[in-house]
């Protein structure tokens, strides 16, 4: 698991900003929803963790640099 820097936050809560789109590129959670899955940003936390309110009811977290996520404008 990576460490998230002030600078590296500041840009994942611009490019993530609540509420914006995201589609799953992949995941390392055995209960991870099923790729291509859409789901909504909730928040991202001091970690770097991206907090999402995914399609199949999941609000399981994107982790930063472990995880895989896109924006869908």
């Known amino acids: 698991m990576s460490t998230i820097n002030k600078n590296q936050l500041q840009q994942l809560r611009k490019q993530y900003p609540i509420g914006c789109v995201v589609k799953l590129i992949s995941m390392d ?11 909504k940003v909730l928040y991202v936390d001091v970690t770097g963790t991206i907090h999402v309110n995914w399609d199949n009811g999941s609000t399981l977290g994107v982790v930063f640099g472990v995880d895989k996520i896109e924006r869908i404008e």
């Open 29 to 39: 959670d055995p209960f991870a929803p099923k790729r291509g899955t859409l789901g």
